[in-house]
């Protein structure tokens, strides 16, 4: 499926409140549950979210925008924010305020599809596309939306007992 900027809009409006449908107001066995060292919780998941709004993908695609000699981005830092304390209403409030603040950016911009070519420096890719950055910003979303799930599914993977064998999600190595 090829990238178009106004099919992948819908999808980032839509995380936000994907994300309170499925988490708001669950008992915190759900939202600090994570599948084992190294791994996220639902609320670490969000808060990753959030540090992303700020740091990562409006700010690179001002740099990719501006065209400046220097357009190498910074380092994301993946792990960023993921112990916050905060309530998980309100990690999903601020996501949902950072996000529709960001939309409307990117909605301002009215890019066109040479804009879509610019290109910017990852600091381990080197040259990307505003496309490419777009399209791994619903990725992104999506990747982690599964990721809750996943996690969410996991944690009860001995409740299911014999059912364990009919859910790849439940199936530790098995590609979903």
């Not at 740099?63 to 960023?80: G, M, N, T, V, W």
Request: proline share 6%; net charge negative.
């Amino acid at each position: 499926m090829d990238f178009k900027l106004e099919e992948a809009i819908p999808v980032l409006e839509r995380t936000p409140v994907v994300l309170s449908a499925l988490l708001d107001d669950l008992p915190e066995n759900w939202t600090r549950v994570d599948e084992g060292p190294d791994t996220w919780s639902p609320r670490e998941v969000v808060a990753h979210l959030i540090h992303g709004e700020r740091t990562d993908w409006i700010p690179r695609a001002r740099i990719i925008l501006k065209q400046e000699s220097y357009r190498r981005f910074d380092p994301f830092d993946r792990f960023a924010e993921l112990k916050s304390e905060r309530p998980l209403r309100d990690l999903l409030a601020e996501f949902d305020e950072l996000r529709s603040g960001n939309v409307a950016t990117l909605r301002g911009w009215n890019m066109k599809e040479k804009d879509m070519e610019l290109t910017g420096e990852h600091p381990e890719f080197g040259a990307v596309t505003m496309r490419q950055l777009l399209a791994t910003w619903v990725v992104h979303d999506l990747s982690h939306i599964a990721q809750i799930t996943r996690t969410m599914a996991r944690a009860y993977t001995s409740a299911v007992g014999p059912w364990t064998g009919y859910f790849r999600v439940l199936q530790r190595g098995v590609r979903q």
